[in-house]
Protein backbone atom coordinates (compact mmCIF):
# COMPACT_ATOMS: atom_id res chain seq x y z
CA UNK A 1 0.00 0.00 0.00
CA UNK A 2 0.99 3.29 -0.94
CA UNK A 3 0.17 4.75 2.83
CA UNK A 4 2.51 2.23 4.15
CA UNK A 5 6.29 2.21 4.68
CA UNK A 6 8.96 -0.66 6.69
CA UNK A 7 10.75 0.63 9.26
CA UNK A 8 14.16 -0.45 10.34
CA UNK A 9 12.40 -3.18 13.22
CA UNK A 10 10.42 -4.36 10.67
CA UNK A 11 7.43 -3.11 12.06
CA UNK A 12 4.85 -1.01 9.36
CA UNK A 13 3.71 2.35 9.81
CA UNK A 14 1.02 4.33 8.37
CA UNK A 15 1.73 7.34 7.23
CA UNK A 16 -1.82 8.77 5.89
CA UNK A 17 -4.54 8.35 8.18
CA UNK A 18 -8.35 7.89 7.94
CA UNK A 19 -10.94 9.73 10.27
CA UNK A 20 -14.66 9.44 10.25
CA UNK A 21 -16.25 13.01 11.49
CA UNK A 22 -20.11 12.75 11.51
CA UNK A 23 -19.78 10.25 8.50
CA UNK A 24 -17.79 12.47 6.27
CA UNK A 25 -14.60 10.88 5.75
CA UNK A 26 -10.89 12.85 5.88
CA UNK A 27 -7.89 11.40 4.40
CA UNK A 28 -4.42 13.63 5.47
CA UNK A 29 -1.25 12.41 6.17
CA UNK A 30 0.37 11.68 9.77
CA UNK A 31 3.00 14.56 9.05
CA UNK A 32 -0.24 17.56 9.33
CA UNK A 33 0.10 16.62 13.55
CA UNK A 34 3.35 17.26 13.76
CA UNK A 35 3.39 20.80 15.57
CA UNK A 36 0.27 19.78 17.64
CA UNK A 37 1.12 16.80 19.25
CA UNK A 38 -0.94 17.86 22.26
CA UNK A 39 -4.36 17.61 20.00
CA UNK A 40 -7.15 14.93 20.08
CA UNK A 41 -5.68 13.56 16.63
CA UNK A 42 -1.68 14.04 17.60
CA UNK A 43 -1.89 11.76 20.50
CA UNK A 44 -3.80 9.34 18.03
CA UNK A 45 -1.29 8.96 16.14
CA UNK A 46 1.43 7.02 18.84
CA UNK A 47 -1.58 5.02 20.27
CA UNK A 48 -0.51 1.49 19.98
CA UNK A 49 -3.29 -0.58 22.05
CA UNK A 50 -7.24 -0.65 21.10
CA UNK A 51 -7.54 0.53 24.60
CA UNK A 52 -5.47 3.73 23.84
CA UNK A 53 -7.20 4.12 20.71
CA UNK A 54 -10.59 3.66 22.70
CA UNK A 55 -10.07 6.56 24.86
CA UNK A 56 -9.54 9.02 22.40
CA UNK A 57 -12.08 8.25 19.48
CA UNK A 58 -15.46 6.69 19.50
CA UNK A 59 -14.82 3.52 17.28
CA UNK A 60 -12.01 2.14 15.53
CA UNK A 61 -12.27 -0.35 12.45
CA UNK A 62 -9.30 -2.38 12.43
CA UNK A 63 -9.36 -3.75 8.81
CA UNK A 64 -9.75 -0.47 7.02
CA UNK A 65 -7.89 1.39 9.91
CA UNK A 66 -10.45 4.88 10.33
CA UNK A 67 -11.27 6.37 13.04
CA UNK A 68 -14.99 7.35 13.83
CA UNK A 69 -16.15 10.39 15.61
CA UNK A 70 -19.24 11.10 16.80
CA UNK A 71 -18.68 15.56 16.92
CA UNK A 72 -19.73 18.03 13.79
CA UNK A 73 -18.35 17.53 10.45
CA UNK A 74 -18.50 21.37 10.02
CA UNK A 75 -16.63 22.40 12.93
CA UNK A 76 -13.95 19.73 12.38
CA UNK A 77 -13.27 20.50 8.89
CA UNK A 78 -12.76 24.06 10.19
CA UNK A 79 -10.21 22.69 13.13
CA UNK A 80 -8.85 20.22 10.06
CA UNK A 81 -8.22 23.49 7.82
CA UNK A 82 -6.09 25.32 10.75
CA UNK A 83 -4.19 21.84 11.40
CA UNK A 84 -3.38 22.31 7.63
CA UNK A 85 -2.97 25.66 7.07
CA UNK A 86 -2.45 26.84 10.61
CA UNK A 87 -5.42 29.51 10.04
CA UNK A 88 -8.32 28.80 12.87
CA UNK A 89 -11.55 31.29 11.97
CA UNK A 90 -15.42 31.45 12.78
CA UNK A 91 -17.71 30.85 10.13
CA UNK A 92 -20.47 32.52 9.83
CA UNK A 93 -22.60 29.38 9.19
CA UNK A 94 -21.04 27.68 12.23
CA UNK A 95 -22.41 28.10 16.01
CA UNK A 96 -19.73 30.03 18.39
CA UNK A 97 -20.97 27.77 20.97
CA UNK A 98 -20.47 24.30 19.18
CA UNK A 99 -17.25 25.74 17.82
CA UNK A 100 -15.64 26.18 21.54
CA UNK A 101 -16.82 22.78 22.66
CA UNK A 102 -14.86 21.35 19.25
CA UNK A 103 -11.99 23.00 20.08
CA UNK A 104 -11.82 21.91 23.39
CA UNK A 105 -12.60 18.51 22.57
CA UNK A 106 -10.05 18.12 19.95
CA UNK A 107 -7.12 19.62 22.35
CA UNK A 108 -7.05 22.80 19.77
CA UNK A 109 -6.16 26.16 21.91
CA UNK A 110 -8.78 28.79 21.05
CA UNK A 111 -5.59 31.60 21.18
CA UNK A 112 -4.60 30.32 17.79
CA UNK A 113 -7.43 31.71 16.29
CA UNK A 114 -7.99 35.07 14.76
CA UNK A 115 -9.04 38.13 17.02
CA UNK A 116 -11.75 39.30 16.00
CA UNK A 117 -13.11 35.91 15.66
CA UNK A 118 -11.95 34.88 19.16
CA UNK A 119 -13.41 38.08 20.61
CA UNK A 120 -16.84 37.62 18.70
CA UNK A 121 -16.52 33.52 19.96
CA UNK A 122 -15.47 33.96 23.67
CA UNK A 123 -17.95 36.66 24.06
CA UNK A 124 -20.97 34.43 22.49
CA UNK A 125 -19.81 31.86 25.28
CA UNK A 126 -19.72 33.83 27.91
CA UNK A 127 -23.26 35.11 27.24
CA UNK A 128 -24.84 31.55 27.16
CA UNK A 129 -22.74 30.70 30.14
CA UNK A 130 -24.36 34.39 32.07
CA UNK A 131 -28.01 32.85 30.76
CA UNK A 132 -27.51 29.59 31.48
CA UNK A 133 -26.30 30.72 35.47
CA UNK A 134 -29.86 32.61 35.33
CA UNK A 135 -31.58 29.49 34.74
CA UNK A 136 -30.26 27.09 36.51
CA UNK A 137 -30.80 29.40 39.39
CA UNK A 138 -34.25 30.63 38.67
CA UNK A 139 -35.11 26.49 38.94
CA UNK A 140 -33.29 25.92 42.12
CA UNK A 141 -35.22 28.79 43.31
CA UNK A 142 -38.41 26.95 42.20
CA UNK A 143 -37.41 24.14 43.36
CA UNK A 144 -37.00 25.43 46.72
CA UNK A 145 -40.22 27.71 46.66
CA UNK A 146 -41.99 24.07 45.70
CA UNK A 147 -40.67 22.34 48.35
CA UNK A 148 -40.85 24.92 50.91
CA UNK A 149 -44.90 25.06 50.08
CA UNK A 150 -45.02 21.26 50.15
CA UNK A 151 -43.12 21.38 53.96
CA UNK A 152 -45.62 23.42 54.70
CA UNK A 153 -48.78 22.40 55.74
CA UNK A 154 -50.66 26.04 56.11
CA UNK A 155 -49.21 28.87 58.12
CA UNK A 156 -45.53 30.77 58.13
CA UNK A 157 -43.97 29.51 55.62
CA UNK A 158 -47.10 29.54 52.74
CA UNK A 159 -47.67 33.44 53.98
CA UNK A 160 -43.84 33.86 53.31
CA UNK A 161 -43.75 31.88 50.03
CA UNK A 162 -46.66 34.30 48.87
CA UNK A 163 -45.03 37.63 49.79
CA UNK A 164 -41.95 36.34 48.15
CA UNK A 165 -44.18 35.70 44.65
CA UNK A 166 -45.86 38.92 45.25
CA UNK A 167 -42.46 40.91 45.88
CA UNK A 168 -39.89 39.44 43.07
CA UNK A 169 -42.19 38.23 40.78
CA UNK A 170 -44.76 40.41 38.75
CA UNK A 171 -46.50 38.02 36.75
CA UNK A 172 -47.52 36.02 39.55
CA UNK A 173 -50.74 37.12 39.39
CA UNK A 174 -53.13 40.08 40.52
CA UNK A 175 -51.22 40.68 43.31
CA UNK A 176 -47.65 40.56 41.87
CA UNK A 177 -48.93 42.79 39.23
CA UNK A 178 -50.58 45.32 41.70
CA UNK A 179 -47.86 45.49 43.90
CA UNK A 180 -45.23 46.46 40.74
CA UNK A 181 -48.27 49.56 39.72
CA UNK A 182 -47.92 50.52 43.25
CA UNK A 183 -44.14 50.60 43.32
CA UNK A 184 -43.65 52.50 40.09
CA UNK A 185 -46.73 54.61 41.33
CA UNK A 186 -44.57 55.79 44.53
CA UNK A 187 -41.37 55.91 43.00
CA UNK A 188 -43.15 58.75 39.65
CA UNK A 189 -45.04 60.54 43.28
CA UNK A 190 -41.59 60.80 44.94
CA UNK A 191 -40.16 62.20 41.67
CA UNK A 192 -42.35 65.00 41.55
CA UNK A 193 -42.18 65.82 44.81
CA UNK A 194 -38.28 66.50 44.78
CA UNK A 195 -39.10 68.66 41.86
CA UNK A 196 -41.63 70.33 43.78
CA UNK A 197 -39.66 70.69 47.11
CA UNK A 198 -37.01 72.83 44.97
CA UNK A 199 -39.48 75.64 44.07
CA UNK A 200 -38.39 79.21 45.15
CA UNK A 201 -41.36 79.67 47.24
CA UNK A 202 -40.98 76.33 49.13
CA UNK A 203 -36.91 77.19 49.13
CA UNK A 204 -38.10 80.38 51.16
CA UNK A 205 -40.30 78.90 53.80
CA UNK A 206 -37.64 76.32 54.48
CA UNK A 207 -34.62 79.04 54.79
CA UNK A 208 -36.91 81.02 57.32
CA UNK A 209 -37.63 77.84 59.00
CA UNK A 210 -41.60 78.10 58.56
CA UNK A 211 -43.84 74.90 57.74
CA UNK A 212 -46.84 76.11 56.04
CA UNK A 213 -50.00 73.39 54.83
CA UNK A 214 -48.24 72.95 51.41
CA UNK A 215 -44.76 71.69 52.77
CA UNK A 216 -46.53 69.73 55.73
CA UNK A 217 -48.77 67.98 53.11
CA UNK A 218 -45.30 67.49 50.98
CA UNK A 219 -43.67 65.70 54.36
CA UNK A 220 -46.86 63.54 54.66
CA UNK A 221 -46.55 62.09 51.03
CA UNK A 222 -42.72 62.06 51.22
CA UNK A 223 -43.20 59.36 54.29
CA UNK A 224 -46.08 57.21 52.79
CA UNK A 225 -43.62 56.65 49.94
CA UNK A 226 -40.66 56.00 52.29
CA UNK A 227 -42.73 53.78 54.04
CA UNK A 228 -43.76 51.71 51.15
CA UNK A 229 -40.05 51.48 50.14
CA UNK A 230 -38.55 50.79 53.36
CA UNK A 231 -42.01 48.03 53.24
CA UNK A 232 -40.56 46.72 49.86
CA UNK A 233 -37.11 46.52 51.41
CA UNK A 234 -37.79 44.69 54.07
CA UNK A 235 -39.61 41.94 52.61
CA UNK A 236 -36.89 41.64 49.53
CA UNK A 237 -34.28 40.72 52.14
CA UNK A 238 -36.23 38.77 54.52
CA UNK A 239 -37.60 37.10 51.14
CA UNK A 240 -34.03 36.76 49.94
CA UNK A 241 -32.23 32.88 49.65
CA UNK A 242 -29.05 34.50 50.37
CA UNK A 243 -28.66 37.69 52.28
CA UNK A 244 -24.88 38.21 51.12
CA UNK A 245 -25.82 38.08 47.21
CA UNK A 246 -29.14 40.22 48.38
CA UNK A 247 -26.67 42.82 50.05
CA UNK A 248 -24.13 42.81 47.01
CA UNK A 249 -27.09 43.43 44.17
CA UNK A 250 -26.20 46.65 42.24
CA UNK A 251 -30.16 47.82 42.70
CA UNK A 252 -30.57 46.83 46.39
CA UNK A 253 -27.47 48.61 47.39
CA UNK A 254 -29.25 51.65 45.50
CA UNK A 255 -32.36 51.32 47.07
CA UNK A 256 -30.49 51.72 50.48
CA UNK A 257 -28.73 54.72 49.47
CA UNK A 258 -31.68 56.26 48.48
CA UNK A 259 -33.85 55.30 52.20
CA UNK A 260 -31.26 56.30 54.36
CA UNK A 261 -31.43 60.01 53.68
CA UNK A 262 -34.99 59.98 54.73
CA UNK A 263 -34.33 58.34 58.04
CA UNK A 264 -31.09 60.20 58.53
CA UNK A 265 -32.62 63.70 58.03
CA UNK A 266 -35.48 62.88 60.67
CA UNK A 267 -32.48 62.61 63.09
CA UNK A 268 -29.99 65.06 62.23
CA UNK A 269 -33.55 67.53 62.42
CA UNK A 270 -34.32 66.24 65.81
CA UNK A 271 -30.41 67.20 67.05
CA UNK A 272 -30.98 70.59 65.09
CA UNK A 273 -33.70 71.14 67.45
CA UNK A 274 -32.29 70.19 70.93
CA UNK A 275 -29.08 71.91 70.25
CA UNK A 276 -30.57 74.67 68.48
CA UNK A 277 -30.21 76.79 71.80
CA UNK A 278 -27.08 75.72 72.68
CA UNK A 279 -25.59 76.60 69.28
CA UNK A 280 -27.14 80.07 68.89
CA UNK A 281 -24.78 81.50 71.23
CA UNK A 282 -21.46 79.92 69.27
CA UNK A 283 -23.07 81.09 65.71
CA UNK A 284 -24.46 79.87 62.85
CA UNK A 285 -22.10 77.38 61.25
CA UNK A 286 -23.11 74.78 62.54
CA UNK A 287 -26.35 75.16 60.91
CA UNK A 288 -25.36 75.98 58.14
CA UNK A 289 -23.62 72.79 57.68
CA UNK A 290 -26.22 70.77 58.90
CA UNK A 291 -28.38 72.29 56.48
CA UNK A 292 -26.09 71.77 53.34
CA UNK A 293 -26.19 68.11 54.62
CA UNK A 294 -29.83 67.64 54.78
CA UNK A 295 -30.28 69.39 50.80
CA UNK A 296 -27.31 66.97 49.60
CA UNK A 297 -29.29 64.15 51.33
CA UNK A 298 -32.47 64.96 50.18
CA UNK A 299 -31.44 65.42 46.44
CA UNK A 300 -30.36 61.58 46.91
CA UNK A 301 -34.08 60.93 46.71
CA UNK A 302 -33.80 61.29 42.79
CA UNK A 303 -32.13 57.73 42.99
CA UNK A 304 -35.20 55.73 43.40
CA UNK A 305 -35.64 56.59 39.74
CA UNK A 306 -33.23 53.89 39.23
CA UNK A 307 -35.81 51.09 41.06
CA UNK A 308 -38.00 51.73 37.71
CA UNK A 309 -35.16 48.93 36.15
CA UNK A 310 -37.22 46.52 38.34
CA UNK A 311 -40.46 46.78 36.26
CA UNK A 312 -39.02 48.05 33.04
CA UNK A 313 -37.52 45.91 30.19
CA UNK A 314 -36.17 48.70 28.13
CA UNK A 315 -33.90 49.68 31.24
CA UNK A 316 -32.81 46.52 32.18
CA UNK A 317 -31.72 46.38 28.57
CA UNK A 318 -29.97 49.46 28.83
CA UNK A 319 -28.38 48.04 32.20
CA UNK A 320 -27.43 44.97 30.13
CA UNK A 321 -25.90 46.95 27.20
CA UNK A 322 -23.51 48.95 29.13
CA UNK A 323 -22.13 45.87 30.95
CA UNK A 324 -21.79 44.17 27.67
CA UNK A 325 -20.46 47.49 25.75
CA UNK A 326 -17.31 48.38 28.17
CA UNK A 327 -14.89 47.78 26.07
CA UNK A 328 -16.60 49.91 22.84
CA UNK A 329 -17.50 52.46 25.87
CA UNK A 330 -13.82 52.36 26.89
CA UNK A 331 -12.62 52.98 22.82
CA UNK A 332 -15.04 55.73 22.80
CA UNK A 333 -13.56 57.17 25.69
CA UNK A 334 -10.03 57.00 24.37
CA UNK A 335 -10.66 57.82 21.31
CA UNK A 336 -11.99 61.41 22.39
CA UNK A 337 -9.34 61.94 24.88
CA UNK A 338 -6.60 61.55 21.88
CA UNK A 339 -8.82 64.00 20.19
CA UNK A 340 -9.24 66.29 23.23
CA UNK A 341 -5.40 66.50 23.93
CA UNK A 342 -4.93 66.93 19.87
CA UNK A 343 -7.41 69.89 19.09
CA UNK A 344 -7.16 71.78 22.59
CA UNK A 345 -3.55 73.31 21.90
CA UNK A 346 -4.53 73.41 18.16
CA UNK A 347 -7.13 76.27 19.20
CA UNK A 348 -4.88 77.77 21.52
CA UNK A 349 -2.49 78.35 19.32
CA UNK A 350 -4.69 79.99 16.16
CA UNK A 351 -6.64 82.02 19.12
CA UNK A 352 -3.86 83.06 21.45
CA UNK A 353 -0.75 82.97 19.57
CA UNK A 354 -1.76 83.57 15.71
CA UNK A 355 -4.52 85.79 16.46
CA UNK A 356 -4.35 87.67 20.10
CA UNK A 357 -6.51 90.25 19.49
CA UNK A 358 -9.53 88.29 18.38
CA UNK A 359 -11.18 87.25 21.41
CA UNK A 360 -13.51 89.45 22.74
CA UNK A 361 -14.63 88.18 26.40
CA UNK A 362 -10.76 88.07 28.27
CA UNK A 363 -13.22 85.55 30.59
CA UNK A 364 -13.98 83.10 27.07
CA UNK A 365 -10.72 83.22 25.15
CA UNK A 366 -8.41 80.90 24.95
CA UNK A 367 -5.96 81.90 27.16
CA UNK A 368 -4.13 78.67 27.90
CA UNK A 369 -4.30 74.65 26.95
CA UNK A 370 -6.11 73.22 30.32
CA UNK A 371 -8.47 76.33 29.46
CA UNK A 372 -9.36 74.91 25.89
CA UNK A 373 -10.22 71.61 27.16
CA UNK A 374 -13.57 72.11 27.71
CA UNK A 375 -14.46 73.75 24.25
CA UNK A 376 -12.77 70.91 22.65
CA UNK A 377 -15.24 68.53 24.60
CA UNK A 378 -18.46 70.30 24.26
CA UNK A 379 -17.23 70.98 20.07
CA UNK A 380 -15.97 67.30 19.53
CA UNK A 381 -19.65 65.89 21.38
CA UNK A 382 -21.49 68.70 18.96
CA UNK A 383 -22.94 70.23 21.95
CA UNK A 384 -22.07 73.86 21.75
CA UNK A 385 -22.59 76.06 24.24
CA UNK A 386 -21.06 79.17 22.86
CA UNK A 387 -19.26 79.92 25.93
CA UNK A 388 -15.99 79.90 24.17
CA UNK A 389 -16.10 80.70 20.61
CA UNK A 390 -13.05 81.05 18.50
CA UNK A 391 -13.33 84.04 16.23
CA UNK A 392 -9.95 84.12 13.87
CA UNK A 393 -9.98 82.03 10.62
CA UNK A 394 -7.48 79.63 12.01
CA UNK A 395 -9.54 79.33 14.91
CA UNK A 396 -12.44 78.47 12.56
CA UNK A 397 -10.72 75.75 10.91
CA UNK A 398 -9.44 73.65 13.52
CA UNK A 399 -13.18 74.25 15.01
CA UNK A 400 -14.62 72.93 11.80
CA UNK A 401 -11.85 69.99 11.90
CA UNK A 402 -12.52 69.03 15.40
CA UNK A 403 -16.78 69.02 14.96
CA UNK A 404 -16.26 66.54 11.89
CA UNK A 405 -13.94 64.84 13.93
CA UNK A 406 -16.27 64.09 17.12
CA UNK A 407 -18.99 63.52 14.55
CA UNK A 408 -16.64 59.79 13.23
CA UNK A 409 -15.46 59.20 16.71
CA UNK A 410 -19.31 59.24 18.04
CA UNK A 411 -20.16 56.76 14.86
CA UNK A 412 -17.38 54.70 15.24
CA UNK A 413 -18.75 52.68 17.80
CA UNK A 414 -22.30 53.33 17.87
CA UNK A 415 -23.35 50.23 15.23
CA UNK A 416 -21.38 47.72 17.66
CA UNK A 417 -23.50 48.99 20.67
CA UNK A 418 -26.85 49.42 18.74
CA UNK A 419 -26.53 45.86 17.81
CA UNK A 420 -25.57 44.48 21.10
CA UNK A 421 -28.46 46.92 22.25
CA UNK A 422 -30.79 44.74 20.46
CA UNK A 423 -29.28 41.39 21.03
CA UNK A 424 -30.10 42.28 24.59
CA UNK A 425 -33.56 43.24 24.46
CA UNK A 426 -34.55 40.48 22.07
CA UNK A 427 -33.04 37.99 25.22
CA UNK A 428 -34.46 39.78 28.07
CA UNK A 429 -37.52 39.47 26.13
CA UNK A 430 -37.51 35.83 25.02
CA UNK A 431 -36.50 35.23 28.66
CA UNK A 432 -39.24 36.87 30.02
CA UNK A 433 -41.14 35.09 27.76
CA UNK A 434 -39.87 31.75 28.91
CA UNK A 435 -40.62 31.97 32.29
CA UNK A 436 -44.13 33.23 31.67
CA UNK A 437 -44.83 30.31 29.74
CA UNK A 438 -43.20 27.91 31.88
CA UNK A 439 -44.75 29.72 35.19
CA UNK A 440 -48.50 29.32 33.41
CA UNK A 441 -47.40 25.13 32.23
CA UNK A 442 -46.45 25.06 36.36
CA UNK A 443 -49.60 26.40 37.45
CA UNK A 444 -51.82 24.40 34.97
CA UNK A 445 -50.11 21.19 36.23
CA UNK A 446 -50.87 21.72 39.60
CA UNK A 447 -54.22 22.56 39.14
CA UNK A 448 -54.94 19.26 37.03
CA UNK A 449 -53.10 17.41 39.75
CA UNK A 450 -55.63 19.13 41.90
CA UNK A 451 -58.54 18.10 39.94
CA UNK A 452 -56.77 14.55 39.99
CA UNK A 453 -56.77 14.58 43.79
CA UNK A 454 -60.66 15.37 44.31
CA UNK A 455 -61.82 12.61 41.53
CA UNK A 456 -63.29 9.57 43.94
CA UNK A 457 -61.14 6.46 43.25
Known amino acids: SSSEMEEPGGETTISAVLINVGGNRYTFPWSTLEQFPQSRLGRLRFCTT ?31 NFLAAGKLRLLR ?46 RKKRVMLKKSTTEAEKGYRRLIWMLREVVENPHSGLAGKTFACLSVIMVLVTVISLCISTMPDVRDEETRGECSKRCHSMFVVESICVAWFTLEFVLRFVNAQSKLAFARGPLNIIDAIAILPYYVSL ?82 LAESELAPFAATHPHHSFSSIPASYWWAIISMTTVGYGDMVPRSIPGQIVALTSILSGILIMAFPATSIFHTFSRSYQELKHEYERLWNEERGEERASESEQNWSFLPV
Not at 52 to 57: D, F, K, S, T, V
Not at 267 to 280: A, G, P, T, Y
Not at 293 to 300: C, G, K, M
Request: hydrophobic share 40%.
Open 50 to 80: PEEIARLCDDYDETCQEYFFDRNPTAFRVIL
Open 93 to 138: ELCAVSLHDELDYWGVDPGHMERCCRRRMITRVEEVAERERKEEEW
Open 267 to 348: VVDVRDESQEEVIMGAGRGYLDKLSLILRLLRALRILYVMRLARHSLGLQTLGLTMQRSMREFGLLLLFVCVAVALFSPLVH
